[in-house]
């Protein structure tokens, strides 16, 4: 039976005030009504409240421009307690950065290898008059470490959870607890199948590795840029004596010189306290390469602040997901887009032109800006020139491209110093939090 169908009796029955008139129904609906009302007001102003203590930043640039970074020496300036919990699961991330070093170069020199056997060296290949005892004993060397590297799919496959495909590992929430499943406990971590492996097989092999990596041939082909490392694969090898060890835990500065793609946008979420007041950060960490950026957009809505991270060391690079593209151009077209958007007019713009002790090595290498940047022309070749001729780029474009009309805020960083970035971070988290204040409505 249907309610409409109930005779008012029933309904009195049923614990309804007998007797009473409509007007009480009228009466207790409208309390109800109103206390309703009164709760969606008390929500919306606890929303409203918590919103102004919530302070969202974008963190964006191209693909290994060092956004992650930046997020980790955040988290050692405001939570350095949940990196100090993390700093065991770094440990299969610096394995498997060797283990792809390794990877890099054993390909580079069977490449090398194969140009010569085929009879046709190229002419500027530097390997092109290999003497048949070094040629074995590369190939030696390279036999020696393919059980090693035939532990990398395995190992990365454990670190994204099962999946694998390619030979990578990625940042994404919660990617620390596959490979230490009781992270929050602070026990000693027993180790999982395949990290006891690898650290034994890497153990084994260190003398092999070291004997890779000083050869003169593998140094010369690097030199001669024949060889792709990554930025940190030199650091990792330097340290392989340490890193074998048995008790080895990854330093602060292994966990900042990782490297760990990120995949799609990650949320992270600190508590900062600043002026007496307590304000919840929620940094987006996304990933840079040129196939990912439209999942960037979505989080674009009410962004307080963008930092915006550029590689100026990366004047003579190309973008590891398509060779034709230079790593500047390529940063300086992104800062276009980033200061055109319409969604991102009102977020403050810090530009953070990152990896300035890797530009510094390479001026001092006499690697010529010139040669990369015609523009560049005769200016002197030092960092203090080749620096500030960067930096006008980035304020040009600025001038000519921010829809919001808003100040820039420019810095040179280098994420591996601590101490500096952590001034920075100081500074612009002053900067945020102060526009941020007064817009909220907080002074
Ligand atoms: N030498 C040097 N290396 C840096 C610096 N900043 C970052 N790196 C290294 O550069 C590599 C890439 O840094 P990430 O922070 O992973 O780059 P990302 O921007 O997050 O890259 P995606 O996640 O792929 O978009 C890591 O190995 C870092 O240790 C720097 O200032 N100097
Ligand atoms: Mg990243």
């Known amino acids: 039976m249907s309610a409409t169908t109930l005779p008012l009796s029933t309904i009195t029955s049923v614990g309804w005030p007998s007797g009473s008139s409509l007007g009480y129904y009228d009466e207790e609906a409208q309390r109800i009504s109103d206390l309703i009302d009164e709760g969606l007001k008390q929500e919306a102003l606890r929303r409203k409240d918590a919103r102004k203590k919530e302070v969202r930043v974008l963190l964006l640039g191209q693909a290994e421009s060092g956004k992650s970074t930046l997020h980790k020496q955040f988290q050692l300036f405001y939570a350095s307690q949940t990196l100090e919990q993390e700093r065991p699961s770094w440990r299969a991330v610096v394995y498997l950065n060797i283990l792809r070093a390794i990877r890099t170069i054993v390909k580079g020199l069977e490449l090398a290898i194969s140009q010569t056997l085929d009879g046709s060296p190229d002419s500027n290949s530097f390997v092109g008059s290999l003497k048949d005892e070094i040629r074995d004993e590369l190939s030696h060397l390279e036999i020696s470490l393919q059980p090693l590297l035939d532990m990398e799919v395995p190992l990365s496959s454990e670190l994204n959870g099962g999946l694998s495909g390619r030979v990578s590992a990625y940042v994404r929430t919660g990617w620390q607890s596959l490979i230490n499943p009781r992270l929050s406990t602070r026990e000693k971590q027993p180790e999982t199948h395949e990290m006891k492996l690898v650290s034994e097989a890497l153990r084994t092999t260190r003398p092999t590795i070291e004997s890779l990596w000083c050869h003169p041939i593998v140094v010369g082909m690097i030199a001669r840029r024949k060889l792709r490392l990554e930025d940190s694969a030199p650091f990792f090898l330097d340290n392989i004596h340490r890193i074998t060890e048995t008790e080895y835990i990854p330093t602060t500065d292994d966990i900042l010189r990782v490297r760990m793609e990120t995949l799609g946008v990650v949320e992270h979420s600190l508590s900062v306290r600043q002026g007496g007041l307590d304000y919840t950060w929620r940094m987006y960490d996304v990933s840079g390469a040129r196939g990912h950026r439209h999942a960037w957009v979505p989080f674009f809505d009410d962004a307080t602040a963008i930092l915006f991270l550029a ?116 500074d612009v988290g002053e900067a945020i939090l102060r526009k941020h204040i007064s817009e909220a409505g907080l002074a």
């Open 311 to 426: 590689p100026i060391s990366g004047f003579d690079q190309q973008l590891e997901e398509d060779s034709k593209i230079n790593r500047l151009e390529d940063s300086l077209q992104l800062f276009t887009a980033i200061c055109s958007n319409k969604l991102l007019q009102n977020a403050s713009l810090i530009v953070l032109l990152n990896k300035i002790d890797l530009l510094k090595q390479k001026l001092q290498n006499g690697r010529k800006v010139r040669k990369y940047v015609p523009s560049y022309g005769n200016r002197p070749n030092t960092y203090e020139s080749v620096s500030q001729y960067f930096r006008a780029h980035f304020s040009r474009v600025h001038s000519r491209h921010d829809e919001g009309h808003r100040g820039l805020f420019v810095h040179f960083t280098s994420m591996l110093d601590i101490q500096a970035t952590h001034i920075v971070i100081r």
